[in-house]
């Protein structure tokens, strides 16, 4: 008898699946089919209510995934939501164990080793990206991200795994059990990296894993009671533009609230505006121009 689909791997090859509507269904190459890869599309997913039925014509596994572990696309990131969370069991911390590509990656972005070991961005061999976990109160493992950094890998950026509960996991930098500063000045990103170097340029930031904010993080800004936040995002499209105006409203509330955009910054980066293109010290005169 054929194995099951997993349908949750299937959608790290192709992200579509994770916006079909009910009745839609796609053809698609299945990857590492037990039959051998012919090239065709003769795997066949179709939605259906709140399940997502799945049949390789080639190899004969199926699968089915309904509404208790399904999974959603957002901020151009595929999100699997899991019951219990675990990071990769290969997950390592030697530079010799690791691509060259990961180390790059992170040095490019001034994460050294220092910094890569107090967050633990690690590599996982299994998986072939670069792992950078999410934790909450007390070191509890909240999400964790895996990141593209291996040339020929054409699934999507980001990969992000969070708990159930959780729905708007937020990476913190500098890490709660390590914060030292008084609360005051927030600023908040859209990536990992990006908060790690806001920290180093002397603020507290907070990534949101993604474009989207839930209420329930603007009660967050409010108890850790921040006078001023910023919103810093890669202002690459008209939705990221419109998004930071619904923070922005959300968190005004409580808060002075304003939005870095890319004309806001006297030093550009190859048309990129998102924090972690810039030296902690442009990062610290940006923040300082914008709030004058």
């Known amino acids: 008898m054929a194995e099951y689909l997993n349908i949750n791997t299937l959608i790290e090859f192709n992200p579509a699946i994770a916006e079909m509507e009910d009745g839609e269904q796609l053809s698609m190459r299945h990857p590492e089919c ?16 709140a399940k997502h039925l799945a049949f390789c014509h080639h190899c004969g596994q199926k699968g089915i995934l309904t509404g208790d572990q399904s999974f959603i696309r957002r901020g151009g990131q595929n999100l699997l939501i899991e019951k219990d969370l675990h990071l990769p069991p290969d997950l390592t911390f030697e530079p010799t164990k690791q691509p060259v590509e990961h180390i790059m990656w992170l040095h490019q972005h001034g994460i050294d080793d220092m910094t890569r070991r107090l967050y633990d961005i690690g590599w996982s061999e299994h998986w072939g990206r670069t792992i950078l976990p999410v934790y909450g109160d007390e070191g509890k493992l909240l999400a964790f991200q895996r990141r593209n950094v291996l040339r020929g890998d054409f699934g999507p950026k980001y990969l992000t795994t969070r708990l159930a509960h959780i729905k708007n996991p937020v990476f913190r930098a500098p890490r709660s059990e390590l914060a030292e500063r008084k609360p005051g000045i927030l600023v908040l990103t859209e990536d990992i990296l990006s908060s790690i170097k806001i920290d180093k340029a002397g603020f507290y930031s907070w990534s949101l894993l993604g474009t989207y904010m839930t209420n329930s993080v603007v009660d967050e800004i409010a108890a850790a009671q921040f006078d001023q936040v910023i919103i810093w995002l890669d202002d690459d499209n008209e939705a990221v533009r419109r998004s930071q105006k619904v923070m922005r409203r959300k968190i005004s509330q409580i808060a002075d609230a304003r939005i870095m955009r890319h004309r806001d910054l006297s030093i550009r980066k190859e048309d990129k505006s998102d924090p972690k293109m810039f030296t902690p010290n442009e990062i610290h005169t940006a923040i300082r121009s914008r709030l004058a």
């Open 34 to 49: 037990p039959a051998g890869d012919d090239g065709r599309k003769v795997l066949f997913v179709k939605k259906h209510g």
